[in-house]
């Protein structure tokens, strides 16, 4: 009897090959045919060394690798017609109905649960391609995805996102984001803060921290930052803890610092300079400035002030009433 894959009985060598050719999207599907093509692209598909995994909670939940926008998705069984003909894949030990999308060719998998389904298809292309996961983006309803990575995988994540302008994280939430989650690199928090919510431990080491509704965060809590880009919007910071800050980075705090933006609908740059204008040179030249993460500001009339282990960084106001320190020279490497 013929079989169903052909493509299945061709030789290691050059099945290898076919499979490196083929698109991230195009392996999933096949790998849903059967336990053998499964096992044939765990087995024998190269994973090349710049490769990510990212799990995004958006409109809709999908994975992605760095190098491919998106090769599986999952969606809400509620909002699938049943006129539609039914397909079922097993996944995480039960059947779930599955389509394909008409026009990008990947699969969508519907689950009653949305976290459910996240964690399935996470644990699914994670095991299949034998990547772990380097990114997540998380909302409210999906929050528990954090944890459920790390225990899964012994490489902490590079990237955490939380999102969501509808409902803002618990007061546990923002301090296992802050200050439990096991991320390297980035921690980005897009969201309502809670109410009269403080942090009152001292932030660990994270190369990047970029927070949307940051009233909560104090000076104290900046004076413990160790990070390489801070952005924080919508701050509640004065210009005396700026001036207390820009003096703590020229004492040699938060020492591997490149690029600080902190927007508090008031800056003041004489009152940041406030003591140290002696050691600072006005700039009229506009420069442009590139952090390490790829955030871009364009410097004007800013002033150029020194440390003394001759390390020199621009502080310029913006004119959204914002405040930015840029520490030079630029640095190409990206940590994304």
Sequence with gaps: MTSLFPLLHVPNLPLARIIDFMEPNELVSLSFCSQKSYSVIKTLRKTPHDERLHVRESNIPFLSLSNFDCMLNTGNSAYISRSDKEEYVKLGGQQARVKMHRLIKYLIIYWEDKLNGLKAITDYVANLFNIDVSEVCVCKDTFKLIEHVNTKQKTPLKKVVYVDWGASPSEDEMNYILRDCQCSSQICIYSEAPPNFRFSNN?????????????????????TMDGIAIHLDNASLSNSDLNVFLKHWLSGGCPRLKLFCVKTGSADILQVLSGLLHNAVFVENRRDYT??????????????????????????????????????????????
């Design 203 to 223: 932030f660990r080491r994270i190369d990047c921290l970029d927070i949307s509704n940051s009233k909560w965060v104090t000076i104290d809590n900046l004076l």
């Design 291 to 336: 952090s390490p993460f790829g955030y871009i500001r364009i410097l004007s009339f800013g002033y150029d002030i020194q440390r003394a282990d001759g390390v020199t960084a621009t502080v310029c106001e913006q004119g959204n009433g914002s405040l930015v320190i840029a520490v030079w020279p630029e640095t190409t490497h990206n940590y994304n």
